[in-house]
């Protein structure tokens, strides 16, 4: 799916409604400068679903590049397996995802014609395609574990180069099958990420050390990012990479203040020398306590979303005169980018500083 020249892809669209038939509304209007929808504004695109192991498989893939994942997997690497390895893979991902985002906006290639693909996402069809940041971000967080577990963990190293492949292949392949980009686009984003990925490598342990020591880590943290969601490429229509981004932005921003708070004043990280550790023996009792942690973070974390999303979009309202449903609204540059930012950094730090202190109080460390 995705790719030009018909492929089978096991989803095959259909002209009229019929029995088992999944529908998926377009919504949203053509963006100006890209391709026009086949598809009349307000219509339903309907499919049949001729093999329910790829069609689950592939959503279930094209997850793994979603919110849902970054707000789970990398806040449990930071409570269950190694404070540096989720520094670096939260690193990586900011700087490789602003600059896929902002790639997008730039370069300006539109996504597959529907038809003759079925796409079964709706919400990013306002975007561009070109590159693909599902790829891009697949390819760098599991290659960044890698690289960062390799060096302090034992296991084998094609064993862990296997599974970060086979990670970011299925993610690539979602994309084509859920009728979101083309090849090249793919192609294009793991390309990027992987020479991002090499040119970033030998800094790694240079920026982490500035990163946790450097008394300007705070305010740069902050200033940096919000400079760069307010100076964000301009379209002609909404697009929501801008707050796709600025999310992105604000939850690094909020991690690394918290790593650098952490630093300062918990456990200093750079107090010993690196060890070849072996992964401990999984018994019982070790799977309840990370199982614990990671409930209890989690449930932090999605209340302190929900909390500061109440909270700021509130404040905004009351400053910027706007009803709680005018969406028009809440899309203005004015607008969005605090409510991310704010919001999303309030999630960056309470993972990095308030879980693991809550943690601790409940003997879960």
Same mark, same amino acid.
Request: net charge positive; proline share 7%.
């Given at each position: 799916?995705? +790719?030009?020249?018909?492929?089978?892809?096991?989803?095959?669209? +259909?002209?009229?409604? $019929?029995?088992?038939? +999944?529908?998926?509304?377009?919504e949203g209007q053509d963006p100006v400068g890209r391709s026009p929808r086949r598809c009349s504004l307000g219509c339903a695109q309907k499919y049949i679903?001729?093999?329910?192991?790829?069609?689950?498989?592939?959503?279930?893939?094209?997850?793994l590049g979603e919110e849902i994942?970054?707000? /789970?997997?990398?806040?449990?690497?930071?409570?269950?397996?190694?404070?540096?390895?989720?520094?670096?893979?939260?690193?990586?991902?900011?700087?490789?995802?602003? %600059?896929?985002?902002?790639?997008?906006?730039?370069?300006?290639?539109?996504?597959?014609?529907?038809?003759?693909?079925?796409?079964?996402?709706?919400? $990013?069809?306002?975007?561009?395609?070109?590159?693909? /940041?599902?790829?891009?971000?697949?390819?760098? %967080?599991?290659?960044?574990?890698?690289?960062a577990?390799?060096?302090?963990?034992?296991?084998?190293?094609?064993?862990?180069?296997?599974?970060?492949?086979?990670?970011?292949?299925?993610?690539?392949?979602?994309?084509l099958y859920t009728g979101m980009h083309t090849v090249l686009d793919v192609i294009g984003g793991a390309l990027i990420s992987a020479v991002l990925l090499v040119l970033l490598y030998p800094a790694w342990d240079m920026i982490d050390h500035s990163l946790l020591t450097s008394p300007f880590c705070p305010l740069l943290s902050i200033v940096v990012p919000l400079v760069l969601c307010y100076?964000?490429?301009?379209?002609d229509?909404?697009?929501?990479t801008r707050g796709d981004t600025t999310t992105i932005l604000g939850a690094g921003a909020g991690a690394t203040v918290g790593f650098w708070l952490n630093n300062q004043y918990v456990a200093p990280a750079y107090t010993s020398e690196n060890f070849q550790l072996g992964f401990p023996l999984i018994t019982t009792k070790i799977v309840v306590v990370v199982l614990a942690r990671f409930f209890v973070g989690i449930f932090v974390v999605l209340l302190t979303r929900q909390l500061m999303k109440?909270? +700021?979009?509130?404040?905004?309202?009351?400053?910027?005169?706007?009803?709680?449903?005018?969406?028009?609204?809440?899309?203005?540059?004015?607008?969005?980018?605090?409510?991310?930012?704010?919001?999303?950094?309030?999630?960056?730090?309470?993972?990095?500083? %308030?879980?693991?202190?809550?943690h601790k109080l409940l003997g879960l460390m």
């Amino acid at each position: 799916m995705g +790719v030009p020249g018909g492929a089978d892809t096991h989803l095959q669209p +259909v002209g009229g409604p $019929t029995p088992g038939q +999944v529908t998926v509304p377009e919504e949203g209007q053509d963006p100006v400068g890209r391709s026009p929808r086949r598809c009349s504004l307000g219509c339903a695109q309907k499919y049949i679903v001729k093999n329910y192991f790829y069609y689950y498989l592939f959503k279930f893939s094209a997850a793994l590049g979603e919110e849902i994942f970054y707000i /789970t997997f990398l806040p449990f690497t930071y409570w269950n397996i190694d404070h540096s390895v989720s520094r670096r893979m939260i690193i990586i991902w900011s700087i490789v995802m602003y %600059i896929g985002q902002v790639s997008k906006d730039i370069l300006k290639w539109p996504r597959p014609l529907s038809p003759p693909v079925v796409k079964l996402e709706m919400r $990013t069809d306002a975007e561009y395609g070109m590159p693909s /940041t599902h790829a891009m971000a697949a390819t760098a %967080i599991s290659f960044s574990f890698l690289i960062a577990t390799v060096n302090q963990y034992k296991y084998p190293f094609e064993l862990g180069l296997v599974a970060a492949f086979v990670f970011s292949t299925l993610v690539c392949l979602s994309r084509l099958y859920t009728g979101m980009h083309t090849v090249l686009d793919v192609i294009g984003g793991a390309l990027i990420s992987a020479v991002l990925l090499v040119l970033l490598y030998p800094a790694w342990d240079m920026i982490d050390h500035s990163l946790l020591t450097s008394p300007f880590c705070p305010l740069l943290s902050i200033v940096v990012p919000l400079v760069l969601c307010y100076n964000y490429p301009k379209l002609d229509y909404y697009s929501p990479t801008r707050g796709d981004t600025t999310t992105i932005l604000g939850a690094g921003a909020g991690a690394t203040v918290g790593f650098w708070l952490n630093n300062q004043y918990v456990a200093p990280a750079y107090t010993s020398e690196n060890f070849q550790l072996g992964f401990p023996l999984i018994t019982t009792k070790i799977v309840v306590v990370v199982l614990a942690r990671f409930f209890v973070g989690i449930f932090v974390v999605l209340l302190t979303r929900q909390l500061m999303k109440s909270v +700021v979009l509130g404040m905004l309202r009351y400053r910027y005169k706007f009803p709680i449903g005018d969406l028009e609204a809440r899309r203005r540059l004015e607008v969005e980018v605090p409510y991310k930012f704010i919001t999303y950094s309030s999630v960056g730090f309470s993972a990095t500083v %308030i879980v693991p202190l809550l943690h601790k109080l409940l003997g879960l460390m």
